[in-house]
């Protein structure tokens, strides 16, 4: 038994050490978006856009927050620090899924909604806002709003629709084919599929914890509670 509970013990700690990690990844990544944001607000400042930033801050952090208590518990192997981290851990799973269901109504509704809102008045006036069209364009690889006919209705096109910062000739033939509002559906849809992939990896990695921290606990006859 106590072999047993040595090896699991040294499992439960590089799990949580590699949890951890994937923690400081989401939070990175948001912080990253957040300055993003702040940096280009005209074109992904829109309401649920910032919603879901803020969630991938707070969950990464919490997550690496959790991931250290369960870490100095199995170390030091307290059983208190190690069934107040299950207890945790089984808050953050269900919030951790209801956050998933959230983030693909979201996708499906109104994140969709947003954008296609932000880049149709973006684009109602192409004279009035060339300089966030020309970086909306040359950061996502598009032309126009629906596409480059519905936008522009000449064979002179901005040096952007052909990624150009500075105004060079942009030929229709050399031009990037796709309209913005698909561009950026795809973008949003990617960045949803990266964050649901992260948050089921994490819930899996989770319930694993749980099971192993509760192991630990009650079978580590030796330790005192506190």
């Known amino acids: 038994m106590v072999i047993c509970i040595i090896t699991w013990t040294i499992i439960f700690i590089v799990v949580n050490f590699v949890s951890a990690v994937i923690g400081l990844v989401l939070f990175g990544s948001g912080i ?31 997550q690496f927050l959790i991931s250290y208590i369960g870490f100095c518990g199995a170390v030091k192997l307290k059983k208190f620090a190690l069934i107040v981290y299950a207890i945790i851990l089984m808050v953050l799973i269900g919030t951790q899924i209801m956050i998933i269901g959230a983030t693909i109504w979201c996708v499906n509704s109104d994140c969709a909604e947003d954008l296609e809102h932000m880049i149709n008045k973006t684009f109602e006036n192409v004279n009035g806002s060339d ?18 006919s519905a936008t522009y ?74």
């Open 32 to 62: 990253r978006d957040f300055f993003f944001q702040e940096q280009y607000k005209e074109i992904v400042d829109v309401g649920h856009l910032n919603t879901l930033t803020i969630i991938a801050i707070t969950v990464g952090l919490v």
């Open 131 to 148: 300089a966030t069209i020309n970086i909306i364009q040359i950061l996502f690889y598009c032309c126009g709003a629906e596409n480059i």
């Open 153 to 226: 209705h000449n064979d002179t096109l901005p040096s952007s629709c052909c990624g150009y910062f500075l105004n060079q000739t942009c030929d229709r033939k050399d031009a990037f084919q796709d309209g913005c509002q698909v561009k950026l559906r795809k973008w949003l849809i990617d960045k949803a599929i990266w964050m649901i992939s992260l948050l089921l990896t994490l819930i899996v990695i989770e319930m694993a914890c749980v099971i192993v921290a509760i192991f630990i606990a009650v079978y580590n006859y030796e330790d005192d509670f506190w």
